[in-house]
Antibody, heavy 117, light 111 residues
Framework: EVQLVESGGGLVQPGGSLRLSCAAS????????MQWVRQAPGKGLEWVSQ????????NYADSVKGRFTISRDNAKNTLYLQMSSLRAEDTALYYC??????????WGQGTLVTVSS | NFMLTQPHSVSESPGKTVTISCTGS????????VQWYQQRPGSAPTTVIS?????PSGVPDRFSGSIDSSSNSASLTISGLKTEDEADYYC??????????FGGGTKLTVL
């Protein structure tokens, strides 16, 4: 069974940093593109970033480019999102998802990031 | 910027059929695959349609997807509605830079 478990969320002050993790199991992690998608409270889904199976190709939404960095450790079956210069508008539930560069097939349950002073 | 527009909400009775539209703002929606995700209240999204009209395993055949090039739109059709289908539904595609684009979501009420 495919499992994606996000962690690392929490309360952080504006301008601060946070690193999210997504532990994968039940599939060959090193073969799949991975995504981060977020959802602000009461709002819709917003794509954040993606990374290819090797970690050699990444892509970011304009809203986070230059502030967030996606990475992965295939030996540890873990996806990461390093977030810096956080803003109030980054407050959201962050989901990791497995799929291709164009779609998601499996989703985690999410980890909540709150940016507030 | 490429955008996808969905109706804010739709409602229908149990046993009936409902169709949710997703209209592309520019270019041809048929050029890139469209996916549909279901999100029940308090839960993570799940994929109900991928690559325009493909149902992942475990998704009932009551769910179907289609593309209409004449209206530059994609549609999700759910037949034989059940109360468990009550959820938010999001369409998703991507632009020329492979940046994903989500529709704003449609709240389906089954009453």
């Amino acid at each position: 069974e495919v499992q994606l478990v996000e962690s690392g969320g929490g309360l952080v002050q504006p301008g601060g940093s946070l690193r999210l993790s997504c532990a994968a199991s039940g599939f060959n992690f090193s073969r799949y593109w991975m995504q981060w998608v977020r959802q602000a409270p009461g709002k819709g889904l917003e794509w954040v970033s993606q990374i290819n199976s090797y970690g050699s190709s990444t892509n970011y939404a304009d809203s986070v480019k230059g502030r967030f960095t996606i990475s992965r450790d295939n030996a540890k079956n873990t996806l990461y999102l390093q977030m810096s210069s956080l803003r109030a508008e980054d407050t959201a539930l962050y989901y990791c998802a497995r799929g291709t560069d164009q779609l998601a097939r499996s989703w985690g349950q999410g980890t909540l990031v709150t940016v507030s002073s | 910027n490429f955008m996808l527009t969905q109706p804010h909400s739709v409602s229908e009775s149990p046993g009936k059929t409902v169709t949710i539209s997703c209209t592309g703002s520019s270019g041809s929606i048929a050029s890139n695959y469209v996916q549909w995700y279901q999100q029940r209240p308090g839960s993570a999204p799940t994929t109900v349609i991928s690559e325009d009209n493909q149902r992942p395993s475990g998704v009932p055949d009551r769910f179907s997807g289609s593309i209409d090039s004449s209206s530059n739109s994609a549609s999700l059709t759910i037949s034989g509605l059940k109360t468990e289908d009550e959820a938010d539904y999001y369409c998703q595609s991507y632009d020329s830079g492979n940046h994903w684009v989500f529709g704003g979501g449609t709240k389906l009420t089954v009453l």
